[in-house]
């Protein structure tokens, strides 16, 4: 058997694990906005957090986008520290979002018009992309930590114009929320 066959039959339970986790937490967020009912809190509780979870994205966009301005050149370090600082953004984002929604419950657009179409829009793009993201990020940076550059290229090529996309869309959901309430 050669290698290159070796390491791709390696990588199976590898990428059936990414798939699973990514389900499991879609399906997790999914349950969370649209099934499990809002705790009756005050409604002030936590209200910084749609901020925060915006600010978050928008820095993770930037780390992205100097990420991949510094491994174009040649800057290893610098592209591994702003890649790990996106991550690690997005996850605080991740945990903030999901703090705020247990609380919360999903957020209601009331708006009409045009711009119902426009937040609808983005919405459903963003929450369709994310689905992508998660496993994809999953993948790249596995890929990245196991020394398999080759497959890491491969796989940013599509993972990061999707979690750019996410992360600025993240934005641009709470602007017309913003501008909704």
């Known amino acids: 058997m050669s290698e290159a066959v070796m390491r791709r039959e390696n990588l199976r339970p590898v990428i059936v694990r990414i798939l699973a986790l990514s389900a499991a937490a879609f399906g997790f967020l999914l349950w969370l906005l649209y099934f499990k009912r809002g705790e009756d809190a005050n409604p002030d509780a936590l209200s910084f957090l749609p901020a925060l979870n915006a600010t ?5 966009a930037a780390c992205i986008v100097a990420g991949v301005i510094a491994i174009k050149a040649g800057h290893k ?11 690690s953004l ?5 945990v903030s979002y999901i703090t705020y929604h247990n609380i919360h419950g999903d957020t209601k657009f009331l708006t009409g018009g045009a711009i119902r179409y426009v937040y609808f ?45 996410v992360s600025i869309t993240g934005v641009l959901i709470y602007f017309l929320l913003k501008a909704n309430s």
């Open 56 to 60: 978050l994205n928008g820095l993770a």
């Open 77 to 87: 370090r610098i592209h591994m520290t702003l890649m790990i600082t996106a991550l």
């Open 90 to 94: 997005s996850v605080i984002f991740l």
């Open 121 to 165: 829009g983005v919405l459903i793009s963003h929450i369709a992309c994310t689905v992508f993201a998660l496993p994809l990020i999953m993948s790249a940076v596995y890929f990245a930590v196991t020394r398999r550059f080759d497959l890491h290229k491969r796989v940013v090529k599509f993972t990061v114009p999707i979690w750019l996309y």
